[in-house]
């Protein structure tokens, strides 16, 4: 099958690319870019005046719950949401049922994937069995079967010891270790960032120094082994000063940040308690939120993520403190950063390629995408000026468990082609 993408502003700065041009899609793979391509016999011809297109996107931090969670979100569903979200590509989080801590449940999920998948699913295993924090996973057939990196996902492993030698295991393949930094021992029954929000509110406080104490640790620990590390969605101030410094050391630390600790606070959580709000780690002060964006800007961050964390309407609607954390987040990513970064100037659309194509893909180790003759051709096409609200009936993901119902976004995905496959057209998933 042959598409023509016409007349689209196309953005790469990995060839340094940024002109408005054709592209010709044939077996799968970018055939040609150039002008005013005439091509005969093209099945798929779509005018893209006026939008803008890029190397597929992909979100290195997303819950599919699959196997064993399927009633919250599963590989169908999850993948369905993702490429409605201009989403090509998905690492999908080893905290399911049973966990993904061995070659079984690794090929499981890419199985399932290649048979209802809407987008590629790259798999990431659980550092230690049962993510219980005390035996190392089956982290070497993991890798064997296509495991592309580690994490406990979920609560993190919480001895040093432990995380000492997961390190030194991953470190032998040459994988990262996506590390969720939270001390449980601080942390404890922590519901809202410590401060302003657990007082005004009456919940027990989520110390933002049982996040940055563990990112501490393990950057010593990256520093000992030589192992990479990715901090998963940082949150603080001081957190990110953290990785900073280890950057300028020259350790291989990477992090990462999700829409909703840029762009919503503690001060969003009002007297209505919603549920949706209620994410691990917590919502942090508009300080941290400011930071956040400045991290971005100057190339702390390396990427911006999801941590698309569906549940069921019957588990949203417990008490705040009794409901789960995490929110959904893929179908809305897109339209969050075009309209708060993009739109504003505070980064430009090469530097969006960067944070949610180029590097992320980097981060894992898995092949980069480019918008060059003889590439694979995943690509997100985005139209910048369409202005939409985030509604629940708009979802394609089992689970409406979002933070930004309401929000009002200019920009969003419209077009998304996996491997030459057309998933969505005109925003509407195929």
């Known amino acids: 099958m042959a598409s023509l993408l016409k007349n689209a502003r196309l953005v790469d700065p990995q060839v340094g690319l940024d002109d408005i041009a054709d592209v010709l899609i044939e077996d799968g793979?970018?055939?040609?870019i150039a002008k005013?391509?005439?091509?005969?016999?093209?099945?798929?011809?779509?005018?893209?005046?006026g939008k803008v297109l890029m190397p597929g996107l992909v979100d290195i931090h997303v819950h599919l719950r699959d196997p064993g969670l399927e009633y919250k979100e599963d590989i169908e569903s999850g993948t369905r949401a993702a490429a409605h979200g201009g989403i090509t590509a998905v690492c999908c989080m080893p905290n399911t049922n049973p966990t993904i801590d061995n070659a079984v449940t690794v090929e499981y999920v890419k199985s399932r994937a290649e048979q209802?998948?809407?987008?590629?699913?790259?798999?990431?295993?659980?550092?230690?069995k049962g993510r219980e924090g005390k035996i190392i996973a089956e982290m070497g057939d993991m890798v064997a079967h296509g495991a592309v990196a580690f994490s406990d996902d979920g609560s993190g492993v919480q001895g040093a010891g432990a995380m000492r030698r997961v390190m030194e295991y991953a470190s032998q393949f040459g994988k990262v270790i996506m590390s969720h930094c939270q001390d449980n021992d601080l942390v404890g029954e922590g519901q809202v960032n410590e401060g302003a929000a657990s007082t005004r509110l009456?919940?027990?406080?989520?110390?933002?120094?049982?996040?940055?104490?563990?990112?501490?640790?393990?950057?010593?620990?990256?520093?000992?082994?030589?192992?990479?590390?990715?901090?998963?969605?940082?949150t603080t101030a001081r957190g990110l000063d953290l990785v900073r410094a280890a950057k300028k050391e020259g350790l291989e630390v990477t992090c990462e940040v999700t829409p909703h600790h840029l762009f919503l606070s503690e001060d969003d959580i009002?007297?209505?308690?919603?549920?949706?709000?209620?994410?691990?780690p917590p919502l942090r002060t508009k300080d941290d939120c400011n930071?956040?964006?400045?991290?971005?800007?100057?190339?702390?961050v390396d990427a911006i993520v999801t941590?698309?964390?569906?549940?069921?309407?019957?588990?949203?609607?417990?008490?705040?403190?009794?409901a789960p954390f995490g929110m959904t987040g893929i179908e809305t990513s897109v339209g969050l950063v075009l309209s708060n970064l993009v739109e504003p100037g505070i980064i430009d659309y090469a530097e969006m390629v960067e944070l949610m194509a180029v590097n992320p893909r980097r981060i894992i180790g898995?092949?980069?995408?480019?918008?060059?003759?003889?590439?694979?051709?995943?690509?997100?096409?985005?139209?910048?000026?369409?202005?939409?609200?985030?509604?629940?009936?708009?979802?394609?993901s089992k689970a409406v468990n979002s933070g930004f119902i309401g929000t009002k976004i200019k920009g969003r995905a419209t077009h998304t082609y996996v491997g030459g496959k057309a998933m969505m057209i005109d925003g509407r998933v195929i």
Not at 29 to 32: E, L, Q, S, T, V
Not at 116 to 128: D, E, K, L, P
Not at 270 to 280: F, R, W
Not at 307 to 322: C, G, I, M, S
């Open 29 to 32: 793979k970018i055939a040609k």
């Open 202 to 234: 009456g919940l027990v406080g989520w110390p933002a120094e049982g996040e940055e104490l563990q990112i501490m640790r393990d950057i010593a620990l990256s520093r000992l082994t030589g192992c990479p590390l990715h901090i998963q969605h940082i």
């Open 270 to 280: 009002g007297d209505d308690y919603n549920t949706n709000l209620k994410v691990n």
């Open 366 to 396: 898995v092949a980069p995408v480019k918008l060059e003759a003889g590439n694979v051709a995943d690509i997100t096409v985005v139209d910048p000026n369409v202005e939409w609200t985030v509604s629940v009936e708009d979802f394609e």
């Open 307 to 322: 941590d698309h964390a569906p549940h069921a309407d019957f588990e949203k609607a417990e008490e705040f403190e009794r």
């Open 36 to 49: 005013d391509i005439q091509a005969d016999g093209v099945d798929d011809v779509q005018d893209l005046t």
């Open 116 to 128: 209802v998948g809407r987008c590629r699913v790259f798999v990431c295993g659980a550092c230690t």
């Open 291 to 300: 930071a956040l964006i400045e991290g971005i800007k100057d190339g702390t």
